[in-house]
Each structure stands twice: as structure tokens, then as C-alpha cells.
């Protein structure tokens, strides 16, 4: 090793070497990169500051049960549930929302439901593509879209966004898939247990990434990139990569004011004449939840949080001799799936996705309960704002949870329409909205809890560059995803969506992700 002989921040630290690509994160966008990357040939470095997860990344955490049986707690379905109960080690802990910092990233701790996104939440959300507009004027002549893997035999005036591929029983998604073909090449280095503290810059030209251990096996040190081609790209998500931006002297003044005041950052903050003013942390979304919850004799709840430590022998048995049965299917049962588009008197048109699940929620306990979640989707303008604080931790502080009088209307609309499709059948009872009580009012004083860990859009993708505003408006990464105002720094996570999506977004970071390395890989000239 040797010691960087550059100015300010990086001046002192240990040389761990040089790298094409620094890849920060490995969740649902960082291990499509790791893999797109080092399959190019590029010389790849992944750096993640949580431990492994799955059994075949070489994590162990579980319950007795699992010993012997080259399973861990993230691997069988059934057992998502414990990630409210028991986190440590495994949940980012400098953030106020559910977010996991392990190998996988979200993927590894979510519920698993993976939805091919519908062309629209592309078309309206993101810059214009020429696929927008090839499949426009195809369309005007009779084509018609397909997806194509189910529609294998239609290839004749037929067009399609690229199918992707997932498999079941244990974990799937890209730890299974993108990471297991990325750790097998040499050119890819893979670093666990080390954060990603900031990247170290010349104004606009990134030249390495300094890293802290955050156990005994991580590495502390400066990653550099190759020379006048390398580059870094930051995966970390929907907080983590601003949180690192904002520790480079990337945002708003007011956020790199708070990192400059800090006792962990700021002596060695980058100066603030080389600050880049970007609205990194406005535009924050999620998908607004609203419940409604009825019972029905039918319905037999499942104890999820019973099955960790004391699974039902025969759903045990069941799943660790065939990987069939409950516990192969994904906690807390979210198994009914419904969508409608409705038009608020805005005239925007909202995307509505409900999921439906046997379990009580609204502190409503009981056996024969359902919840059907509605989440409100592309069109959405309810807008948020993620924030630094003095310890560094990331927060919500203004909350994205419906706050737009024209989301709100179309709510109440989309829940209307479900309670009088469920008031036609005398032997369901609705508990939620309860007996008597408008939707309206119980839409405007919701009593639960509208937060779904779908956190996007901190880093917005646009071609309003933020640069020339005051760091408050306009769009953090071009259509490359390169953070205006650099030579070499890109995002490729949740933080780049523009807006909301319809469905639960794994697919489709991990697609949005596919076409920023696609694009990076094409850039010419070096940068
Ligand atoms: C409990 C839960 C349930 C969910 N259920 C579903 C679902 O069923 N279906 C669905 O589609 N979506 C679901 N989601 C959402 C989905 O998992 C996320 O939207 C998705 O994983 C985000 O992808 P990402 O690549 O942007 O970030 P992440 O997957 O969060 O990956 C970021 C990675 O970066 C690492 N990191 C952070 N900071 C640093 C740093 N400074 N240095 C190095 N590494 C760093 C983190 O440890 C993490 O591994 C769920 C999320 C949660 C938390």
C-alpha cells in the first residue's frame, strides 16, 4: 500500500488500489452494475457496508430450525416478517425508515413481490426515449404491444420493453441471479463491511472513493479510479447515495452547511467554494398506503411472526423437504393483486395497485381478517423532502405521504369504489373505514400507517440541469445518470426515478439500472 499525495480530503489515507469502476452499494441497482460491468470487462470494485445475507452469499443468520439445512433467515419466503422484530445488524441504522444495509440491499430483506413495470410508468415519468417514439408511430399503423415472453410467437407487428427473469421457493432477484455471475469473474473485487464515506474530487472530476470499516474484516482507505476514463457510481439508495453526495459537497447549501458543522465530517469537508449546488433530498416519494380492512369466516389468518422460531411441524417439514407449502410463499401473505387508473379533477390520471393479504392491520386482531392495501402510483404529486442531520443520520422531515388535495381526491375515490364493490356482499364485514364513517373522513384522517419502504427520487434524472438553479429545483443527474456539475460521478439507484411508479419498484430499479450502464458503457471520449 501507499499514501495519496492529493490535497484536502483523502490527503492522508491508505491506498487500496485502482479500479475502472467503483460500484457503491450492492442492492437491486448495485448488483445489476457489478455484473453488467464486469461482464463488459471492466475492472469492477463493489463496495458494501453490510455482511452477506443468503446462505450462498455466505451469510448464517437464522432460527435453529434452518441449522444444517444451508438456509438463512432471507432465503425462505415465510420469514420476511421477522425484519420487523428483529433488525440489528441487518437495517441501515442511520435512517428513520426501514431500509436493509446487508448484501442484497433491499432485496435481500423485502417481501419479494416483483412486478414487470406497464409502459406507462416509463412514458410519463422519464425523458423522452426513442423507444417513446418508434413504438408511438408504430402504433399509429396497427402495431401493438406485448410482453414478450408470454407472447413468444408474436413477432410480427408487436413491440415490448425487455422481459427479465426470476425464480421461487428460496430468495431469487439479483442476489441469486446478477451477483452469482458477477462473483464469478476475477475482474469483479468485492468489499463487505465498509461504508462508503465520500468521494474524493478535483471540482467536477471524481478521482476515488474513501471508505470506513464497519467491522473487523472492512477496509479503511481511498479506492481510486483509473485516470482520465475511471468512474463511480453510487448505488447506496434512496438516502444512502445522497447521504454520500452530501458528504462530497454535493446538494443543497443547507444540508452541506449541517455536514460542515458536523464532528465527523467537518475538518475534513471538501471546501465550500468547490460545493456543487444540487436539490440532492427534494422531490422524495413513496407509495402513499391506504388500508381497508374487513372479515370474513372464510379466512384463516397465518401466524408468520410464530412460524421464525416455532414453525407448525407439517409447514416446516413441507418446505424443507419439498421448499412447498406456506412458508414457500412470501410473508404476510400478499397474494390478491388488483390495479384501476382513475382521473381526479386535475385531469391527471392516477395509478392505483391494491394487494390483499390475510392479516389485520389498524390494530384490528383476529383470525378471519384481511388488509387490501392500495397504493397510490404513476401520476402521483405528493412530494417529500430527506434531510441530513448533525450525527449524519438521514430523515424524512418533510413526509410524501399525501400531500397533494388532487392524490387525495383520487384516494378517496379508488377506496369508494372498493367499499361499494365489498358493501354488495352481506356476509363481508368492513372494519376499516368503520361502520358509519365516510371514506372521505376516514381517507383525511387515516388512522394507520402510510409508509411502504418505496422511497425514491432524492437524485431526480431530468434535463432541467440543477446546477444553474439555487440547489433547491430542477434535476440532480442527466439522462446518463451522471450528477450534473462532474466529469465521472453517477447514481444508478431508487434515488433517480423522476416520479412514482405503478407497482412495488425491484423490477424496475434493477431495469432502470440495466439502461444507466447501458448508457455509461456507451459514453464516449472517456467521461
Ligand atoms: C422491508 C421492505 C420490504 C419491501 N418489499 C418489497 C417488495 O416486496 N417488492 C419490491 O419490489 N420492493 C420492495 N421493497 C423495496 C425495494 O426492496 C427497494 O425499493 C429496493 O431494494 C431499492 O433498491 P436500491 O438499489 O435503490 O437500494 P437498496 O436495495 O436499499 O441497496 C442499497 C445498498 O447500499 C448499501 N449502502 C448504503 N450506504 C452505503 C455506503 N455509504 N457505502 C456502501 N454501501 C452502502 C446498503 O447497505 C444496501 O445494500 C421493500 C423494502 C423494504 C425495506
Redesign the pocket.
Known sequence: TSTATASGPGSTLVNLGEFDYIV????????VAADRLSEAGKKVLL????PPSTYATGGRLGPAWLNGENLTRFDVPGL?NQ??VDSAGI??DDID???????????????????KPQSIDWDYNFPAEPYDLITKVLSAVGYTSVTANDSPNKKNRTFAHTPFMYFNGERGGPLATYFETARARSNLHIVLN????RVIRKGGRITGVE?VATSSDGKTGLYSVTPNTGKVLL???????P??LFRSGIGPRDQLEVVKASATDGSTMIDSSKWIKLPVGYNLQDHPSTDVVISHPSVKDYDFFAAFNNPIPADRDLYLNSRAGILAT?APG?NTMFWESLVPSDGIPRQFQWTARAEGSINEKGDTLVTASQYIGTGLKSRGRMTINSDLNMAVTTSPHLNDPYDIEAVIQSVQLFVDALSADKSITILHPAPGQSVAEYVNNYPGHRG?????ATCKMGTDDGTKGNGTTGSVVDTDTKVYGTDNLFV????IFPGQIT???????MIA?EKAIENILALKHGY
Request: with cysteine; aromatic share 8%.
Open positions: 457503491a452499494g450492492a442492492g437491486a441497482a448495485g448488483l463496495i458494501e457496508r453490510g420476511f425484519i420487523w437495517r441501515c425508515q426501514m431500509a436493509g444495509c446487508l448484501l442484497g440491499g433491499g432485496t435481500a430483506v423485502n417481501s419479494g413481490l416483483f412486478f465498509t461504508t462508503v464515506r471508505v448505488a447506496a439508495g434512496a438516502f444512502g447515495s447521504k454520500i412470501a400478499p411502504t419502504n418505496h422511497w425514491i444508478i439507484d431508487a434515488s407497482a412495488n419498484p425491484t423490477a424496475s430499479i439500472a
